[in-house]
């Protein structure tokens, strides 16, 4: 699998690369810099920026350290309920459009973060989570990284998780795990960071693949491209540009976040 540089820019914390259908387009964020980078564009949002998706009326919602944020009109849709010593991570839609949005600590403490949902409402649906990264939809599962642990984890999903159980681990001398994409065989990329590569697990959690890149902290990928063949891979300084590769597999873009929420459409979604 060849791979080749996407986007020069050198990043300090590049992360949540998405794939944008409606655009054409991959959108990114770097955490530290504070900013989206969608196609060619760069919007700066003053603090830091931990992800972003695509909105089902064009726009882009950014979870900043302190909420969520419609890129377009700079509109706050909700605020997070913690301190200065927190920030926003990794964040995507699930097959419903709500946002899911991951936090840590700055020091990256264990239990200092959480995971939380938006659907018009924030909820926080997992406490005590320490950095909380990749998360990855597909059939009845939700994968999901707190990265702390060193491993993926699988929640059965029927609009909510359930029943949390480990999917595969990860020995700290091959990295962190970061950010992760599910392909349309239901195969888990992961992305390394400080191991140099994304790796793909089947779905019974057997590592079978390896894509080698040329970066040490490698943070996240996604599919996308005009057939979904391409796997756009985001990276940290010191490298901090992003990658694509052709990776023989499909995957699905971004499910674009609903602004008429589900919770108000779906009974899927009742608490």
């Not at 050198?10 to 969608?38: I, S």
């Not at 480990?166 to 970061?178: C, T």
């Not at 040329?214 to 490298?239: H, I, K, M, Q, Y």
């Amino acid at each position: 699998m060849s791979v080749v540089v996407y986007a020069g820019t050198r990043a300090e914390l590049g992360e949540g690369p998405r794939w944008d259908a409606a655009a054409g387009c991959l959108l990114w964020v770097d955490v530290e810099r504070g900013e989206l980078h969608r196609g060619g564009e760069t919007t700066g949002f003053g603090e830091r920026v931990g992800s972003a998706a695509p909105t089902d009326d064009g726009d882009v919602l950014v979870a900043t350290a302190t909420g969520l944020v419609l890129a377009g009109s700079g509109e706050t849709l909700a605020r997070f309920p913690h301190g200065a010593d927190t920030r926003a991570n990794d964040g995507a839609c699930d097959p419903a459009g709500r946002f899911w949005i991951g936090t840590t600590a700055l020091d990256f403490r264990d239990g200092g973060g959480a995971l939380y949902v938006f659907d018009g409402r924030l909820e926080c649906v997992l406490p005590g989570v320490g950095l909380s990264n990749g998360l990855g939809w597909h059939a009845e599962r939700m994968y999901y990284v707190d990265s702390n642990t060193q491993r993926i984890d699988v929640f059965d999903w029927d609009g909510r998780p359930s029943n949390r159980r480990p999917f595969a681990r990860v020995d700290r001398a091959d990295g962190i795990p970061d950010g992760l994409a599910v392909d349309d065989e239901g195969g888990v990329w992961l992305a390394l960071y400080g191991g140099s590569c994304v790796r793909r697990y089947d779905p019974d959690g057997t590592l079978v693949e390896e894509l080698a890149l040329p970066a040490e902290n490698v943070t996240a990928c996604c599919f996308g491209g005009a057939d979904g063949r391409s796997l756009f891979v985001t990276t940290a300084a010191p490298d901090g540009r992003v990658y694509v590769a052709d990776v023989g597999v499909s995957g699905p873009p971004a499910q674009p976040f609903r602004r008429t929420a589900p919770s108000d459409a779906e009974p899927t979604s009742a608490r």
